[in-house]
């Protein structure tokens, strides 16, 4: 199984380089911009414009190093940080990874967990309930 040696080595350089160019979430002094584990890659920003630039880093980089995003197996969540105010138009705010669109939705699936836009449990509870009740029924 080398691959994921191989995935890691590539990967390790993509998060430094997006660390040092200091874009994205911190906590204090440490980065959280790009969280990464086994095949996946999460990129935190704090706005759209950050975003475009983290990506466009992941773009030089694939091309640099002759690998593509898969934009299909991407998504991204817009997180409103005044849930009182109306949120940005996702139709005229758009990403790109590797030349293809990244489509926006309100819930995804990470790493079994269910990540939603409005910022609670409920999805990720319904769906831990409903896996407890099949395997009980099952029995």
């Avoid at 969280?35 to 935190?44: C, G, I, P, R, S």
């Avoid at 299909?72 to 940005?88: G, V």
């Avoid at 990720?124 to 099949?134: A, E, P, Q, T």
């Amino acid at each position: 199984m080398i691959s994921p040696v191989l995935f890691c080595n590539y990967i390790d350089k993509l998060l430094l380089q997006l660390s040092k160019s200091e874009l994205g979430c911190f906590i204090g002094h440490v980065f959280l911009g790009a969280l990464a584990y086994a095949d996946d890659v999460v990129l935190l920003a704090p706005t759209h414009r950050t975003m475009w630039t983290m990506l466009a880093v992941c773009d030089n980089f694939a091309r640099e190093h002759h690998v593509v995003f898969n934009a299909k197996m991407s998504k991204c969540l817009y997180f409103n940080s005044y849930p009182t105010r109306s949120r940005i138009s996702t139709t005229v705010l758009q990403f790109s990874v590797s030349g293809n669109d990244i489509k926006f939705v309100d819930e995804w699936p990470h790493l079994g967990h269910i990540i939603t836009t409005v910022r609670d449990d409920k999805a990720d509870i319904i769906s831990k309930r409903n896996v407890l009740c099949g395997q009980i029924n099952n029995k």
